[in-house]
Structures are given as structure tokens and as C-alpha cells.
């Protein structure tokens, strides 16, 4: 059977959903560190606990950047305003923003072009100012708290940073045994996860990076399981290679005999509809006969207002793909 990897979120993590989401064949719970803070942890855990046996999954931030808090959890930015970027960190508003991990934005240069949230919203930096930058607004949009950035060039970052350390020593003392890397790049970051969680931990690597490409090899061999962020990938690059490289890394991940997960959009429009699109489960049958050994539920589980029928289809359209065969005929595909 393949496996489902949910992302818990406001959406999802409080008990009666949980029980529900369990009652499908979920393999893992994963909470994602970039959007739960370390003091929730423990409680998170122990909800989850209390109301299902599914194993857990602490997913690392990692090294990437992203905007901090914003005033009413969102602002809107308009095109041609300027805006100041601080070394420390303040509740952004149209006028203010800073990043996370704690003082990137001292590694950002004058000519750098910041991409919120996969490019709703950019900014250039076009000077110095007091603690910081100012930057102007290339393109118009809101912007939420805790979204993804990136930028038109790499900046060396930690693969652990200090929270995904705390984050992982805790998981530790709660017999937390999966532990997932984010933008994992060689297999050096793969071995620094290993020498916080120990050998007997699962530590699943996300291959989300060009660097993370660039050394795939190193990654499988030194991880337990890898994952496929889609999303992420798509930062650095061209969206239309995305699906051939895709099948590349599962085809090595099988070669290698290493489990093998995808992530991003599988049921993106559940967040707001009861019903997938036709090319959603399509993307999802495809997924699975390339050889994936499961898929990852993230936006559409953790913030989207359906998560337990989110599961439910994803599930049915894995025990489907279980029993469909080259040599299926049309009677028994209308009998399935």
C-alpha cells in the first residue's frame, strides 16, 4: 500500500479531525516547524497521541529563508513603494519587513531581488539604511506571515538551524522517531541530522534545491527516505522541468532502494472545494505508477477546509492505483 504523509495544521490538529484523518491509511503525521512554534510542540504531540497511535514526523524549517510575523497575519504591498528591511526582527507592515533565520538579512546585498511566497510578491534592494535596507516593491501582493523566500542568487545557510536543533533534541526526549530535513544539499547536512536524532531515527531528506540535485547521490545513500518538494524545487528551477526531474530522482531513489515521497499541489484545489480537479488525480495516478512509494499532504490538510476528505481521496485513489494493472480491462476499471 502506498503511504500518506499529513500535514497537520490550523486546519487539522485538534482531536475530533484527527481521529477522523486516522481512520485512513496514514503512515505519518508530519508538523512542520516553519509554522509551529517550539513551545506547541509537546502539546501537538501529545494531542496527537491521545487520539491516534500514527507515528509523528518533525519537519525541519532548514536552510531557507522566510518573512517574519506580519500585522494581522497579512499585508498588502503595492508596486513602486519603498520599504525597510531590518537586520532584527519586527511585525512587518507596508512599510517594515523582516526575515528569519534572525539576522539573514545581513548576508542580503544592494541589487538582491527577494520572491515572497513563489513570486507574489518582489522586492529589490536599493540601499543602505540604519539596521538595515531599503528595497523597493517590484510587484504588487500580499503578503502573509511565514512565507517562503527567495532570491535571485544563493546565500550560504546553516542545514540545521538553532530551532530545528532544539526542535530535534526535543522530538528526541518525546521517542519522536521520524525526522525530516529541509532542502537538504549533500550528504554531510543528512549526517548532522543523523548525529542529533541517532541511528535508530528514520531521517527523511527533501530534495527542494539545486545544490540538493547537484549532490543526490551523497543524499540518498547517507538518508532513510527522501521526498520530492515540487514546490520549493520549482524556486531554482524552470517549472517545466520539474516533471522530468521528478521521475529522475524516483527512478534513482528505486535504483537505490530507498522509499521515495512526493509533495506539492497534489489536491491543491481541496484547500477551498469538497472536489479535485481531473488533472489532480491524474497527477496522482501518474505519481504513484512512476514509482513513488507515497505522497505528501501539506497545504491541503493543514490549512485547507476540508483536510479528512482530502485524505479520504487521496487514500481511494491509492488503493486504486494498488489494483490497477497494464492489462486491466475496461469492465474491471468500471468494476474497481
Not at 242 to 263: T, Y
Not at 294 to 314: F, I, N, Q, R
Amino acid at each position: 500500500m502506498k503511504k500518506l504523509l499529513v500535514t497537520l495544521g490550523p486546519s487539522s490538529l485538534y482531536p475530533e479531525m484527527i481521529r477522523r484523518i486516522a481512520k485512513s491509511d496514514v503512515y505519518i503525521f508530519r508538523l512542520n516547524l516553519s509554522h509551529i512554534a517550539f513551545d506547541e510542540i509537546k502539546t501537538a504531540v501529545k494531542m496527537i497521541r491521545d487520539n491516534c497511535d500514527i507515528p509523528i514526523c518533525l519537519d525541519s524549517e532548514g536552510a531557507q529563508v522566510r518573512n517574519q510575523n506580519m500585522v494581522g497575519d497579512q499585508v498588502f504591498y503595492h508596486k513602486g513603494s519603498v520599504v525597510k528591511i531590518h537586520f532584527s526582527e519586527v511585525v512587518g507592515d507596508s512599510a517594515n519587513i523582516s526575515f528569519k533565520p534572525n539576522g539573514i538579512a545581513k548576508k542580503f546585498r544592494i541589487g538582491d531581488i527577494l520572491h515572497v511566497d513563489f513570486d507574489l510578491v518582489s522586492f529589490e534592494i536599493i540601499g543602505e539604511c540604519e539596521a538595515g535596507f531599503t528595497a523597493v516593491v517590484l510587484k504588487s501582493g500580499l503578503v502573509k506571515s511565514r512565507k517562503a523566500v527567495s532570491l535571485n542568487r544563493e546565500l550560504s545557510m546553516e542545514a540545521i538551524q538553532e530551532g530545528d536543533r532544539r526542535a530535534f533534541e526535543l522530538g528526541m526526549t518525546l521517542g519522536i522517531k521520524h525526522y525530516a530535513l529541509s532542502f537538504a544539499g549533500n550528504g554531510r547536512d543528512v549526517e548532522q541530522v543523523r548525529s542529533i536524532v541517532g541511528n535508530n531515527s528514520v531521517v527523511i531528506s527533501k530534495i527542494e534545491s539545486l545544490s540538493g540535485l547537484k549532490n543526490i547521490v551523497d543524499i540518498i545513500s547517507a538518508s532513510d527516505e527522501l521526498l520530492i518538494d515540487r514546490g520549493d524545487l520549482s524556486k531554482s528551477i524552470s517549472l517545466e522541468k520539474i516533471p522530468f526531474l521528478q521521475r529522475r530522482i524516483i527512478s534513482m531513489c528505486r535504483l537505490h532502494g530507498k522509499p521515495i515521497f512526493v509533495a506539492t499541489n497534489l489536491l491543491e484545489s481541496m484547500v477551498e472545494s469538497e472536489v479535485p480537479t481531473r488533472a489532480e488525480l491524474n497527477d496522482i495516478v501518474s505519481t504513484i505508477l512512476m514509482g513513488a512509494d507515497g505522497l505528501v499532504l501539506a497545504a491541503e490538510t493543514a490549512t485547507g477546509k476540508y483536510p479528512d476528505k482530502v485524505v479520504e481521496m487521496a487514500s481511494s485513489m491509492c488503493k486504486l492505483c494498488q489494483r490497477w494493472t497494464s492489462n486491466t480491462s475496461l469492465t474491471e476499471i468500471l468494476e474497481m
